[in-house]
């Protein structure tokens, strides 16, 4: 990996700051990140080493944001999360590269319009109906969060569409994301230590860079100061829809 051409450690480089910008900013941004580290090394070694990269990226974001996270949230996720987890630890043992990249462009693209339609619908009777139907969004989003995070490191714009449907605020969505990822991030490391996806190269290529991820994380917390919610929103959703188009071609 080491003796990559120039062009793609320049690949690399980008993606690395993109990851350190989208876990202080903008969640949902690092499939952007994944789909450069896809193009450039093989499939599973992409995985790990960017799944190292991110937990760069989560140290500042739980510096910036871990106080804004909203617990129940995360609590009320925990077991769905789990689930897909686990489904998503068993496709990614028995299924081709190809067909889970696509099962996961098919997803993200059913959850942008779910979430266009929720918020398009904004009825108070269907506000509170919304509201009822809590525990089944969280079901539904968590599970599928954990999947394509396990299969793909994809679950950041499922996420995002799951708090963009609930209607969180920037500052808590960044914080619960924060730690909802850095959590979960860490439990996928014994999954691909046990079938050795950390090789010696993927460790030295990402201590180079690293530093990057920090220089990103830094810039985004300053983008993150001038983001409005509406704007906010915006970039989040097309984001996701540009991540889904990639792993779908």
Known sequence: MTALDPWAWAALGVAAVVIGISKTALPGGSILAIALFAAVLPARTSTAATLLLLMVGDVFA???YRRHAHWPTLLRLA????AGLLLGFAFLALTGDGVVRRAIGVIL???IAVTLWRRWRQARAEQEAAARGGALLAGVYGTLGGFTTMVANAGGPVMSMYFLATRTP????????AWFFAIINVIKVPFLAGIGLFTGPVLLTDAILAPLVVLGALLGLR???????RLFDRIVIVLTILGAVYLLL
């Open 62 to 64: 739980l510096l910036a």
């Open 79 to 82: 077991p769905a999360v789990v």
């Open 109 to 111: 693209l059913l959850m």
């Open 170 to 177: 920037v500052q808590v969505f960044l914080g619960t994301s």
């Open 223 to 229: 983008v993150a100061r001038r983001l409005d919610q």
